[in-house]
């Protein structure tokens, strides 16, 4: 590949689509190839969302054919509609950065036991990488086809890594989540609507019924070797666009004091450019990270006082949309081509 790079992004018209269509507009080395839609196909992008984006969707189909135009794909499309796509592109030769479930889990058992389908590309599970990328950057270098974590897992795993790498995370994992409304994506739900989510605060799938919960298991129950920690989880829907607030409830060996667990996340992080550690008895708000490609992270102990015991809240935030989805979905593009991480997101 050359210093500059044509991407595709299958499913434009969606949220996640929409915000690749701006991350690439202003990225050095990378430029919009073509676009495309489904119920949209035949419509430019600027008649889908508001916007100078006088673009045309055109429908996968078409997109197949024309994969020879890109280097790259980028897909943004449902859980499960992925895995055929991927499938096509990966084989076409092209990149493939998929922002869906489909190649996020290894093993296809973990797609029937959480998503309830048979997947239907196994033989290219080994191949995908996850793209946490201030935790398996090494992997990603080089990679043809790499699966963006999902938006809470991004905030989780990137909160409580540091502890579980130290074998320092007790069980269970308490985490109480909340996202803005463009999580659920473009899709039209009641729930969803103004006058059901406006001034209101909602849990849905509480307890161990995400299928988040996947990724959190893969990740911080082996990063220091397998372990079998529950994680409970309660994710709310917030009246807010955008942004993700993980609240986490942990408990660490009682010789660990809070000194010892700062130095642990200043060293794991440190120079990480997407990183923002908050000073110590600040936790994170919303607004320290939507519109940003950064996940901010504070810890307290519960106890407040001199003896602050064993039990601490860690939190972290992200922009679903940015650090979430596709602003990560860039670093990870980045990183496989070589380009410096950073490019076209600060
Ligand atoms: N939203 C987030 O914060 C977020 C964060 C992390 C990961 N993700 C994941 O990223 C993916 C995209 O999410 P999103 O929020 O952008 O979704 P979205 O707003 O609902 O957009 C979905 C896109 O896929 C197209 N599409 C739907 N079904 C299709 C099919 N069968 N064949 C071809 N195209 C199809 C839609 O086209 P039309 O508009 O023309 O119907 C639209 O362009 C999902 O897997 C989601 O779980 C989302």
Same mark, same amino acid.
């Given at each position: 590949?050359?210093?500059?790079?044509?991407?595709?992004?299958?499913?434009?018209?969606?949220?996640?689509?929409?915000?690749?269509?701006?991350?690439?507009?202003?990225?050095?080395?990378?430029?919009?190839?073509?676009?495309?839609?489904?119920?949209?196909?035949?419509?430019?992008?600027?008649?889908?969302?508001?916007?100078?984006?006088?673009?045309?969707?055109?429908?996968?189909?078409?997109?197949?054919?024309?994969?020879?135009?890109?280097?790259?794909?980028?897909?943004?499309?449902?859980?499960?509609a992925?895995?055929?796509?991927?499938?096509?592109?990966?084989?076409?030769?092209?990149?493939?950065?998929?922002?869906?479930?489909?190649f996020?889990?290894?093993?296809?058992?973990l797609?029937?036991?959480?998503?309830?389908?048979?997947?239907?590309?196994?033989?290219l599970?080994?191949?995908?990488?996850y793209?946490?990328c201030?935790?398996?950057?090494?992997?990603?270098?080089?990679?043809?086809?790499?699966?963006?974590?999902?938006?809470?897992?991004?905030?989780?795993?990137?909160?409580?890594?540091?502890?579980?790498?130290?074998?320092?995370?007790?069980?269970?994992?308490?985490?109480?989540?909340?996202?803005?409304i463009?999580g659920?994506?473009r899709?039209?739900?009641?729930?969803?609507?103004?006058?059901?989510?406006?001034?209101?605060?909602?849990?849905?799938? #509480? /307890?161990?019924?995400?299928?988040?919960? %996947?990724?959190?298991?893969?990740? *911080?129950?082996? $990063?220091? @070797?397998?372990?079998?920690?529950?994680?409970?989880?309660?994710?709310?829907?917030?009246?807010?666009?955008?942004?993700?607030?993980?609240?986490?409830?942990?408990?660490?060996?009682?010789?660990?004091?809070?000194?010892?667990?700062?130095?642990?996340?200043?060293?794991?992080?440190?120079?990480?450019?997407?990183?923002?550690?908050?000073?110590?008895?600040?936790?994170?708000?919303?607004?320290h990270?939507?519109?940003?490609?950064?996940?901010?992270?504070?810890?307290?102990?519960?106890?407040?006082?001199?003896? #602050? /015991?064993?039990?601490?809240?860690?939190? %972290?935030?992200?922009?679903?949309? *940015?650090?979430? $989805?596709? @602003?990560?979905?860039?670093?990870?593009?980045?990183?496989?081509?070589?380009?410096?991480?950073?490019?076209?997101?600060?």
């Amino acid at each position: 590949m050359s210093s500059r790079y044509r991407a595709g992004i299958v499913g434009a018209s969606g949220y996640t689509g929409l915000e690749l269509v701006k991350l690439i507009h202003r990225h050095p080395h990378l430029e919009l190839g073509w676009l495309t839609g489904e119920r949209t196909a035949g419509q430019t992008l600027s008649q889908v969302h508001p916007g100078p984006w006088d673009l045309p969707l055109i429908p996968l189909e078409e997109a197949y054919a024309r994969a020879g135009q890109v280097d790259a794909v980028f897909l943004c499309l449902p859980h499960g509609a992925s895995m055929a796509a991927v499938q096509r592109f990966h084989r076409a030769g092209l990149l493939v950065i998929d922002l869906s479930a489909d190649f996020r889990l290894p093993d296809p058992a973990l797609y029937t036991r959480w998503y309830g389908v048979q997947h239907t590309a196994p033989e290219l599970l080994a191949q995908a990488r996850y793209g946490l990328c201030e935790l398996f950057r090494e992997t990603l270098r080089g990679s043809r086809l790499i699966a963006v974590p999902g938006c809470y897992p991004t905030s989780v795993n990137l909160g409580l890594y540091p502890l579980a790498r130290a074998g320092w995370l007790g069980d269970p994992v308490i985490v109480d989540a909340k996202s803005g409304i463009s999580g659920a994506g473009r899709k039209v739900q009641l729930r969803y609507h103004f006058v059901e989510a406006n001034e209101n605060i909602a849990p849905y799938s #509480p /307890g161990r019924r995400h299928r988040h919960i %996947a990724e959190m298991e893969l990740v *911080l129950n082996r $990063a220091n @070797g397998p372990v079998e920690r529950r994680f409970l989880f309660t994710p709310h829907l917030l009246p807010v666009s955008r942004g993700i607030l993980s609240t986490m409830y942990v408990r660490v060996p009682p010789d660990v004091d809070e000194s010892a667990i700062w130095a642990l996340y200043r060293e794991r992080y440190a120079g990480e450019p997407f990183i923002h550690l908050l000073p110590p008895g600040q936790l994170p708000s919303l607004a320290h990270t939507v519109h940003t490609n950064r996940c901010a992270i504070g810890l307290i102990p519960v106890d407040p006082g001199p003896a #602050p /015991g064993t039990e601490y809240v860690v939190a %972290a935030s992200i922009d679903n949309l *940015l650090k979430g $989805a596709s @602003g990560q979905a860039i670093q990870c593009f980045n990183i496989a081509v070589g380009l410096d991480e950073t490019a076209g997101l600060l």
